[in-house]
């Protein structure tokens, strides 16, 4: 492998990699070419070997973007990748897509860990890593790599890897103030190397807040780190420890309509929630069609809709839209040489989760639920005589809101081991297994409100009190548990041929993945058209009573059990398990100096997540699999680099999810195939000393191959040749970075497409371009690595359309033949941050 040092001011722009940068294994099996851009200190520029489609960026290039920001939108220039974020500074999350890939179908790891979550894959970018604590961040905007510890990813890696700690002892402070009342403080102490086996560590804290840049709420973070680094003997072994904790309290925003977009896109929601004293007679906190009703015993008040109006659009009291979470791990990381040949690499793990949505409901004091076995359902009188009173008033005629949060309490341990054999110099095999368990354990404890409609735990019954049911269990809208076990074997052999012009690298990866399943509510079947029938309408959600199946078949207009039409699926408990064995081929050949051309074939699987599993929508559902081809070309010389690949990648059994007005839930098909290809590239130039410039390119092509099957048998949804959600089909950026002395200035620019918004593309997400700014002052002369930075996000404050929450159509579809009309949705979205300034200082000591 050559090395190459190219002194350019390229400021650690977005570059290939040469590096897997998984777990240590792979971290140990590759070497790393770091090329430093001289005195000017401006980043790193990583020069790629791999025969895969990879790029990077290094810290030196994350600390000029926003203070906090997370990971994934600070690698927003990268080819074929597109992160929308919720807000300026990263707090309330967002959505990444790489070359039409959802985040549930990446891989995000940290040092090799696998961070998505256990139950359907998500990824939750607020929860990340402090941007300081990153020595560098990389994206495989291909596939998985051979030791990827992962059954869900089908297109491709995130991985960022933990700094290590300094040689010397060190403290940096750093502060951040900006719009919308942004506050953030850092502190990182290094301690150098002490001890009799030059043991180092650093340790970490940092705390963030500020507003909702519209409606009322706040965001705050609380995040500690540590690690300790541990060197075995002279040569390159070592034991490294390393520890994180993440606490968010978030208010959510509210998504839009693209009508109300167009209306005015700073709807969003109520910043109070007047509820009605309890007391004599009734007190109703329903809001049928998000209008008011009367305040009994509060002088003609209205009671405000304080939950919000239709799924999807709610307008609700901000304090019940929250998203808390207390996320950590524990990791290590640990290289020994068994002979000069023959390494053995270890990364043991613990992750833990606890975390919701909010959300609220109102409930009858006579509610079924509520009563249990207790329930009586021979007349219309006997139903209502027994309840809770559930506000304390000495009644049970009441409509009582609730806190009402999904709760999702996760305890994942993990194991990743690489046995590395160097055969030759120019040969080595290596063989991996990964292990990864996921308790998943998904509750819905209700909780009472307080008089202002505040939960007085962000956790409902989970933490705070909850609220029990005659038979004296836990009223709850979700009752779970699941188990993912994942045992990974994989092998790869690495030859380099010819004076090292040709690489070769072939391997193969065999995930075996079994998902056990619990579901102790019942689940519903069909819609419930009946009025005053306390089971929820919609297929798919869960009901959660002790009551019998008799006394639920026994209530006129109940769905019933085990029947016909509109029915409840009973409680149960089930196995899945799901094997592949997936080949991993690359080769590369360097035909001339500073030229490339490699070409790469991966298969994929991505197994089911828990609520295709949990709901009854795809009885038979299967696995999806995925089949990826790259062919591309590299050029890189002192002053000029450029790259790009055509891809094409064949999906099957792609499970789609949109949401559906009718039924107020989310819709779950099988669409059978779907084809990606496109074209990713990028160029680096240094036209001139401490000036860099740098351009990416993005072309994706999606295309659906068959029509598919509705909501029910005689419903079919012409989505042949359409285009996947939320997919540009265009994406270009630049960045432009100049650097004299003790000042540094950068601009960058990205362009997204249209976005269609609904699986038959009959809505349309426009196009929009944001440019953003970084400048700053170094403090040299007064502190050795201190600084002052400017950072101006959204620079011209463009108002775009952010994620979106997809549909099937939004337009009605007429009945055709046999099939049946199809009504129209509405797909929402999240509404772009606007422009903000912010100002950071940075004191090293």
């Known amino acids: 492998m050559r090395h190459l040092r190219i002194g350019c001011a390229i400021a650690a722009l977005i570059a290939p990699v040469a590096i897997h940068a998984q777990s240590t294994g792979s971290q140990q099996l590759e070497e790393v070419i770091i090329v430093t851009a001289g005195k000017q200190k401006s980043g790193v520029f990583v020069a790629e070997t791999a025969a895969k489609?990879?790029?990077?960026?290094?810290?030196?290039?994350?600390?000029?973007?926003?203070?906090?920001?997370?990971?994934?939108?600070?690698?927003?220039?990268?080819?074929?990748?597109?992160?929308?974020?919720?807000?300026?500074?990263?707090?309330?999350?967002?959505?990444?897509?790489?070359?039409?890939?959802?985040?549930?179908?990446?891989?995000?790891?940290?040092?090799?860990?696998?961070?998505?979550?256990?139950?359907?894959?998500?990824?939750?970018?607020?929860?990340?890593?402090?941007?300081?604590?990153?020595?560098?961040?990389?994206?495989?905007?291909?596939?998985?790599?051979?030791?990827?510890?992962?059954?869900?990813?089908?297109?491709?890696?995130?991985?960022?890897?933990?700094?290590?700690?300094?040689?010397?002892?060190?403290?940096?402070?750093?502060?951040?103030?900006?719009?919308?009342?942004?506050?953030?403080?850092?502190?990182?102490?290094?301690?150098?190397?002490?001890?009799?086996?030059?043991?180092?560590?650093?340790?970490?804290?940092?705390y963030t807040d500020y507003d909702k840049f519209k409606g009322p709420g706040n965001l705050r973070k609380f995040q500690a780190n540590f690690r300790v680094f541990q060197p075995i003997g002279s040569g390159d072994d070592f034991i490294s420890v390393i520890g994180h904790f993440n606490r968010n309290r978030n208010n959510f925003y509210r998504?839009?309509?693209?009508?109300?977009?167009?209306?005015?896109?700073?709807?969003?929601?109520?910043?109070?929630?007047?509820?009605?004293?309890?007391?004599?007679?009734?007190?109703d906190e329903r809001n049928?069609?998000?209008?008011?009703?009367?305040?009994?015993?509060?002088?003609?008040?209205?009671?405000?809709?304080?939950?919000?109006?239709?799924?999807?659009?709610?307008?609700?009291?901000?304090?019940?839209?929250?998203?808390?979470?207390?996320?950590?791990?524990?990791?290590?990381?640990?290289?020994?040489?068994?002979?000069?040949?023959?390494?053995?690499?270890?990364?043991?793990?613990?992750?833990?989760?606890?975390?919701?949505?909010?959300?609220?409901?109102?409930?009858?004091?006579?509610?079924?639920?509520?009563q249990g076995f207790n329930f009586l359902p021979a007349t219309a009188q006997s139903r209502v005589s027994r309840g809770i009173d559930?506000?304390?008033?000495?009644?049970?005629?009441?409509?009582?809101?609730?806190?009402?949060?999904?709760?999702?309490?996760?305890?994942?341990?993990?194991?990743?081991?690489?046995?590395?054999?160097?055969?030759?110099?120019?040969?080595?095999?290596?063989?991996?297994?990964?292990?990864?368990r996921g308790r998943h354990r998904q509750t819905g404890e209700f909780s009472p409100l307080d008089q202002n409609g505040d939960p007085y735990n962000v956790f409902g019954g989970n933490k705070g009190p909850a609220v029990l049911t005659l038979d004296g269990k836990l009223l709850q809208n979700r009752d779970r548990l699941s188990i993912a076990i994942l045992n990974q074997f994989s092998a790869e052999y690495r030859?380099?041929?010819?004076?090292?012009?040709?690489?070769?690298?072939?391997?193969v990866r065999a995930p075996f993945f079994k998902r056990e399943l619990n579901q102790y509510c019942f689940t519903i079947a069909g819609s419930n058209t009946t009025p005053g029938v306390a089971v929820p309408s919609g297929s798919g959600f869960a009901?959660?009573?002790?009551?019998?199946?008799?006394?639920?078949?026994?209530?006129?207009?109940?769905?019933?059990?085990?029947?016909?039409?509109?029915?409840?699926?009973?409680?149960?408990?089930?196995?899945?398990?799901?094997?592949?064995?997936?080949?991993?081929?690359?080769?590369?050949?360097?035909?001339?100096?500073?030229?490339?051309?490699?070409?790469?074939?991966?298969?994929?699987?991505?197994?089911?997540?828990?609520?295709?599993?949990?709901?009854?929508?795809?009885p038979t559902v299967q696995p999806e699999r995925t089949k990826a081809i790259d062919l591309g070309y590299r050029y890189t010389s002192s002053v000029f680099q450029a790259s790009g690949s055509f891809y094409y990648n064949k999906f099957t059994n792609r499970i789609l999810r949109a949401f559906d007005q009718d039924q107020g839930i989310n819709i779950t098909r099988n669409v059978g195939a779907v084809d990606f290809y496109g074209f990713d590239g990028q160029i680096g130039v240094q036209p001139m000393r401490g000036l860099g410039l740098y351009g990416t390119f993005s072309w994706t092509e999606t295309e659906?191959?068959?029509?598919?099957?509705?909501?029910?048998?005689?419903?079919?949804?012409?989505?042949?040749?359409?285009?996947?959600?939320?997919?540009?089909?265009?994406?270009?950026?630049?960045?432009?970075?100049?650097?004299?002395?003790?000042?540094?200035v950068g601009v960058d620019f990205k362009h997204v497409g249209d976005r269609f918004a609904t699986d038959v593309n009959d809505e349309t997400a426009p196009a929009y371009n944001i440019v953003d700014v970084n400048a700053r002052l170094r403090l040299d002369r007064y502190l050795q690595g201190s600084w002052l930075q400017l950072n101006v996000n959204n620079l011209f404050d463009e108002t775009y359309l952010g994620n979106i929450n997809s549909v099937t159509n939004a337009v009605t579809i007429p009945a055709s033949g046999t099939s049946s009309a199809v009504n129209g949705g509405f797909a929402t979205y999240s509404v772009g941050a606007p422009r903000s300034v912010s100002v950071t200082l940075r004191v090293q000591l």
């Not at 309509?257 to 509820?275: K, M």
């Not at 979470?325 to 023959?342: C, E, I, P, W, Y």
């Open 53 to 206: 489609s990879r790029s990077t960026i290094g810290q030196d290039f994350i600390e000029k973007k926003q203070a906090g920001q997370s990971i994934l939108q600070t690698l927003n220039l990268t080819p074929g990748y597109n992160f929308v974020n919720n807000d300026p500074y990263g707090n309330s999350g967002g959505n990444v897509r790489i070359r039409g890939f959802d985040g549930q179908r990446i891989s995000l790891t940290q040092d090799g860990i696998p961070l998505n979550d256990t139950g359907n894959y998500a990824i939750f970018s607020n929860q990340q890593l402090d941007p300081e604590l990153i020595e560098r961040a990389t994206v495989n905007t291909g596939t998985t790599d051979v030791d990827s510890p992962t059954a869900s990813a089908a297109g491709g890696v995130i991985n960022y890897v933990t700094r290590k700690p300094a040689e010397d002892f060190g403290l940096m402070m750093q502060g951040s103030y900006g719009s919308f009342d942004y506050k953030r403080v850092i502190g990182i102490l290094d301690t150098g190397k002490f001890g009799p086996w030059g043991t180092s560590a650093w340790l970490s804290a940092s």
């Open 255 to 283: 998504n839009l309509r693209l009508s109300e977009f167009n209306l005015n896109p700073d709807i969003d929601r109520l910043s109070t929630c007047i509820r009605p004293i309890p007391g004599a007679g009734v007190q």
């Open 288 to 370: 049928p069609s998000g209008t008011t009703v009367p305040v009994a015993g509060n002088s003609g008040a209205n009671n405000a809709a304080c939950g919000g109006t239709t799924i999807g659009v709610d307008s609700g009291y901000y304090n019940l839209f929250i998203n808390p979470s207390d996320t950590g791990n524990l990791r290590a990381q640990a290289r020994f040489s068994l002979t000069d040949t023959l390494r053995l690499t270890l990364d043991p793990s613990y992750q833990y989760t606890l975390a919701n949505g909010g959300g609220s409901e109102v409930v009858a004091e006579t509610d079924p639920r509520l």
């Open 390 to 436: 559930l506000n304390g008033d000495g009644d049970i005629v009441d409509f009582v809101r609730l806190y009402r949060p999904n709760n999702t309490n996760t305890n994942r341990f993990g194991l990743n081991a690489s046995l590395i054999w160097n055969v030759t110099d120019d040969q080595t095999l290596r063989v991996a297994y990964a292990f990864d």
């Open 495 to 507: 030859g380099r041929f010819f004076d090292d012009k040709l690489d070769v690298a072939v391997g």
């Open 543 to 618: 009901y959660c009573t002790g009551q019998t199946e008799a006394q639920i078949a026994a209530t006129p207009g109940s769905p019933g059990v085990g029947t016909t039409g509109n029915q409840l699926r009973r409680p149960f408990q089930a196995e899945v398990k799901y094997d592949a064995v997936l080949p991993n081929v690359g080769i590369s050949f360097k035909p001339w100096d500073g030229h490339q051309v490699f070409a790469s074939y991966a298969e994929s699987l991505s197994a089911p997540r828990t609520d295709d599993l949990y709901d009854i929508q795809l």
């Open 704 to 744: 659906v191959k068959s029509d598919t099957q509705g909501a029910n048998a005689t419903t079919f949804i012409p989505t042949k040749g359409k285009k996947l959600v939320d997919t540009p089909r265009f994406q270009y950026g630049a960045r432009v970075d100049y650097t004299h002395d003790w000042f540094n």
